[in-house]
């Protein structure tokens, strides 16, 4: 990790960021969790394989630190086949409990 | 962690390295299945709730979380600096470096510590002041998420500024030996409180910004 | 024989901070041996209660809350301080180093903090129960548990927490001892499968416990602040507390079966001198059970209204798991086919494992079906499936391990014929405790209830005698045991002509464990097909 690949990674960074936030505002509908988890991905792969240095590491680190987001990814795509399949009605809720 | 002596079950020091690596690593998945959690009963309620929820998340602090955000991406630049010139051989450099990220990640606190005082002043601290019959018990449900999560995310942040603190002080004064892992490791912990942000971000601030 | 006054683990150091403050992954796995027996008396005392009430159909025993908190802490008690920890910080701590052919686990302070940190929430959950304890199941339902229970649930709760910890450390720990501290010819097909039970358990540990982690916290955020996230008031939804605390407690009864299912693995070879059938089925079935074991959990959501499409996934699902539980009963079996089979009582304990954990996971495929679940769902018939799988499975594969284990962590014999009889007494209480509960459920007798119509008493009588003939079968163990410590015959290095690392070395073994860093140069359960074990004559 040389000084000039940290702050190229930094310089990459900063313009995700911008980008994230810019394209917050712009009228794109669900495009637009889409995008900015995208952007959040990609800055986040940037600080594991840069920062992190998992660009060096063997294959056994990587399936270490891929393991824990894959699993959360079965948590949260085995729960939402509840949450989009809902046909309850929500009470509306209206009072100070 | 002490590093003085190869600890009787290891046969040399590259294998103790590879193995307090691994150790880390798997920490840190618990850490994102911790706040992974969080995250997840989060895009449930999203689905579930769909406008509302989203709604809520215009209220937060954009401008504020942007800097944080840029704050936060700079420390590990900077711990990122810190663990390449301490490996380089290096006892000044990473001194500072590591001065630089406890600074940032105290200016982090700082501006969310601005944050909380802002929200408090607005009436949405579930708990404590929440109007809730002007934002409705979903919004008072997303800032329980945002209060959760960007707090166990601060806690995460304050233990790492004693980190690194602590590793700049033993850098410093020569006591760290040099064949272990520590400065490592705690630079992958740095990072990791950083991605929990990164992921944070998008999910807290940037929601329903587009109406 | 060896001389038994040359130096074990045993002997080295002496006095309490050798042992309170020790790195020794033996020492530790006996602090463990101690404090999860201190728990199972805990939680089977608030069992012979439960039992002891339910032999009447009406209330005797004091209130109806108070029923509610007996059978809370019974299940607070074994799921988390028994259960989860048993088979892995007691046999795992003290023989996956030597059966790797290690001289530690690859932490050993963290190993010693694991025990503190469970201590530690030990201590402050059973605390909370003998101050009046909680009413509201082990499964902490919202928003009874934060806006309507009385009672000590945030302590109850804290020290569920805290004990996690303890959990995850000691997952993280075999995870890389296995990875990383395999001796020189220990390839991954060398190892013995209770090395791959273990390592698939550890998995698990490492992430489901979080997940409660971050529950708990959130159940603790509602009760103390009194704000909803779960709650209805404030248009939150129970249920998603349920998928929460269901992601961890599914893939929990895994933590809890699969290092039963290694011990077995073990045992059956040995006692049936053949090699296992089927190790590398086995092996990657063991790794299946803990990752399809996280695809199922709204199993136990299928009444509480989750979406129909949901339940049909998760029921679908359940049935896959099945499939590699099966395979390994199948494999155990074939191993059995021509064996030369002694019947000692490490083997009749796994004999009762194999028979009562497929009777436990047929009836697990019962309560897969949805139509059959809706009718028996919070019955008598789950409460029978699940303590077919955890007591007549996991316990007793843990008392298988811990005889066939117990010559090499003491150096001594147990007494043979006195430990066959309290395996035969456990397996028949056993049945009779548990096996008139499914025909209970099945004509509608709902669980957690104090009180009951008067024509499901006969069935409450049968499972409360035998309820009584199970803790006979329990408690003799714990006299001829100690027994055992105090008079029993010296055993040597290999009491049962047993393959594995760890018969290598001595009974007890040395503090470093091995004199020699052992070389592995074949694959494990090398039994002489047929011929039978050469040291016999023990007491």
């Given at each position: ?11 990459a ?6 980008l ?17 988890l ?5 800055k ?8 992190m ?13 891929a ?6 990814l079965?948590?949260?795509?085995l729960t ?6 809902r ?5 509306p809720?209206?009072e100070?409990? | ?20 690596t691994?150790?880390m ?5 618990t850490e994102?299945?911790f ?8 895009f ?9 929820f989203?709604a809520?998340?215009?209220m937060?602090?954009?401008?504020l ?13 900077c711990?990122?600096m ?7 051989g290096?006892?000044r450099?990473p001194?500072?470096?590591l001065g630089a990220t406890a600074?940032?990640g ?11 005082s ?6 949405l601290?579930?708990a404590?002041?929440?109007d809730l019959?002007r934002?409705?018990g ?28 602590w590793?700049a002080?033993?850098i410093g ?7 272990g ?8 912990y740095?990072?990791f409180?950083?991605?929990v942000w ?12 587009n109406? | 024989?060896h ?7 045993l002997?080295a ?12 992954h ?5 602090l ?9 008396s805990?939680g089977?005392i ?11 159909p ?8 108070f029923y ?9 008690i074994m799921v988390?301080f ?10 795992g ?7 790797i052919g290690?001289r530690?686990?690859a932490?050993?302070r963290?190993n ?6 469970y201590?530690?929430g030990?201590?402050i ?7 009046g304890g909680?009413d ?8 009874y548990?934060?806006?309507y229970?009385?009672g ?5 709760i ?5 004990a ?8 993280l720990n ?7 501290l395999?001796?020189?010819g ?18 698990i ?11 708990l ?11 909803g996230i779960f709650s ?25 079966i699969?290092?039963?299912m290694?011990?077995?693995s073990?045992?059956?070879?040995c006692?049936a001198r ?6 590398e089925?086995?092996v990657?079935?063991s790794?299946a059970i803990?990752?399809?074991g996280?695809l199922v ?9 989750q ?5 049909l ?10 499939v590699p ?6 494999n155990w079996?074939?191993?059995l086919?021509e064996?030369w ?8 304990y796994?004999f009762?494992f194999i028979?009562l ?10 309560l897969a ?17 699940f ?5 007549g499975?996991?316990?007793m594969g843990?008392?298988?391990g ?5 010559p ?5 014999y ?13 397996f028949?209480?056993?049945n ?11 004509l ?6 104090q ?5 499901f008493q006969?069935w ?18 714990l ?5 055992s ?8 290095a ?25 070389t592995?140069?074949?694959?494990p359960y090398?039994?002489?097909?047929g011929?039978?074990c050469m ?5």
């Amino acid at each position: 990790m040389s000084a000039r690949t940290i702050w190229r990674c930094w310089g990459a960074l900063m313009v995700l960021l911008a980008l994230t936030t810019a394209s917050a505002f712009l009228p794109l509908g669900t495009a637009n969790l889409f995008i900015s988890l995208g952007i959040a991905v990609t800055k986040a792969l940037l600080v594991l394989f840069i920062f992190m240095e998992l660009r060096a590491s063997n294959a056994l680190v990587r399936v270490f630190a891929a393991a824990g987001f894959f699993w959360l990814l079965i948590m949260i795509a085995l729960t939402s086949a509840d949450y989009t399949h809902r046909t309850d009605q929500r009470v509306p809720v209206d009072e100070v409990p | 962690m002490s590093e003085q002596a190869l600890g009787v079950q290891y046969a040399t020091p590259g294998q103790e390295r590879e193995a307090v690596t691994l150790g880390m690593w798997a920490f840190l998945a618990t850490e994102v299945l911790f706040f992974g959690a969080l995250i997840a009963a989060y895009f449930n309620y999203r689905m579930w709730f769909g406008g509302e929820f989203i709604a809520a998340a215009r209220m937060t602090k954009v401008v504020l979380g942007t800097i944080n955000t840029g704050v936060l991406l700079t420390s590990s630049a900077c711990m990122a600096m810190a663990v390449s010139s301490y490996e380089a051989g290096s006892r000044r450099s990473p001194v500072l470096w590591l001065g630089a990220t406890a600074l940032l990640g105290v200016a982090f606190v700082v501006i969310k510590g601005i944050e909380y005082s802002l929200e408090y002043r607005e009436h949405l601290v579930p708990a404590l002041n929440f109007d809730l019959a002007r934002h409705g018990g979903v919004a008072e449900i997303f800032f329980m998420f945002y209060f959760c999560a960007t707090g166990f995310h601060a806690l995460h942040l304050l233990i790492g500024i004693g980190l690194v603190t602590w590793l700049a002080i033993w850098i410093g004064t020569g006591r760290i030996d040099r064949t272990g892992s520590t400065t490592r490791l705690i630079g992958l912990y740095w990072h990791f409180v950083d991605i929990v942000w990164i992921f944070l971000f998008p999910l807290i601030y940037l929601a329903g910004r587009n109406g | 024989m060896h001389a038994p006054h040359r130096e074990s683990y045993l002997s080295a150091g002496i006095g309490l901070r050798s042992w309170l403050l020790t790195t020794d992954h033996k020492r530790i796995a006996l602090l463990y041996f101690a404090s999860i027996t201190f728990f199972f008396s805990i939680g089977g005392i608030a069992a012979t209660l439960i039992r002891l009430e339910l032999i009447t159909p009406q209330g005797d025993l004091g209130s109806p809350d108070f029923y509610n908190r007996l059978f809370t802490m019974h299940g607070v008690i074994m799921v988390w301080f028994f259960l989860i920890p048993s088979i892995p910080t007691t046999m795992g701590n003290f023989v996956i180093p030597l059966m790797i052919g290690a001289r530690d686990l690859a932490f050993p302070r963290l190993n010693l903090l694991s025990w503190y940190l469970y201590i530690a929430g030990g201590l402050i959950t059973v605390t909370a129960l003998l101050l009046g304890g909680v009413d509201t199941g082990w499964t902490f339902y919202e928003p009874y548990s934060t806006f309507y229970a009385t009672g000590y649930v945030i302590l109850t709760i804290f020290g569920i927490f805290v004990a996690g910890f303890s959990s995850i450390l000691t997952g993280l720990n075999f995870i890389v001892t296995v990875h990383k501290l395999r001796g020189p010819g220990m390839t991954w097909y060398r190892l013995p499968v209770f090395v791959w039970s273990t390592y698939a358990t550890s998995l698990i540990l490492v992430l489901a416990t979080p997940v409660l982690a971050m529950t708990l916290l959130m159940l603790l955020a509602e009760r103390v602040l009194h704000v909803g996230i779960f709650s209805p008031q404030l248009g939150g939804d129970p249920l998603l507390f349920q998928h929460m605390f269901w992601f961890y407690s599914h893939p929990a009864v895994y933590i809890m079966i699969l290092p039963s299912m290694g011990v077995i693995s073990e045992i059956v070879p040995c006692f049936a001198r053949k090699s296992l059938f089927g190790y590398e089925f086995v092996v990657w079935c063991s790794i299946a059970i803990a990752a399809i074991g996280f695809l199922v959990w709204g199993h136990h959501m299928f009444v509480a209204g989750q979406s129909l499409y949901a339940s049909l996934a998760f029921s679908f699902l359940s049935y896959l798991v099945a499939v590699p539980s099966a395979i390994k009963v199948f494999n155990w079996t074939a191993t059995l086919h021509e064996g030369w089979i002694r019947f000692d009582a490490p083997m009749l304990y796994a004999f009762g494992f194999i028979g009562l954990f497929t009777i436990g996971g047929l009836t697990g495929l019962f309560l897969a079906a949805l139509p059959i679940d809706v009718h028996v769902t919070d019955t008598y018939f789950v409460v029978a499936h699940f303590h077919y799988i955890m007591v007549g499975g996991a316990v007793m594969g843990y008392f298988a391990g811990l005889h066939y284990w117990w010559p090499k962590i003491t150096g001594r014999y147990y007494p043979e014929y006195w430990a066959r009889f309290a395996a035969i007494l456990a397996f028949f209480g056993f049945n009779l405790t548990f096996f008139p509960q499914f025909i209970l459920g099945y004509l509608g007798m709902p669980r957690r209830y104090q009180s009951y119509p008067p024509e499901f008493q006969i069935w409450h009588v049968l499972s409360s005698a035998g309820a009584s003939i199970l803790a006979v079968g329990y408690a003799l163990p714990l006299f001829y045991l100690l027994w055992s410590i105090l008079k029993g015959n010296r055993a040597p290095a290999n009491p049962w002509g047993a393959t594995g690392l760890e018969w290598s070395t001595r009974s007890p073994p040395p503090p470093e464990n091995f004199p020699a860093t052992p070389t592995v140069v074949r694959g494990p359960y090398q039994y002489d097909r047929g011929k039978p074990c050469m040291q016999a004559g023990h007491v």
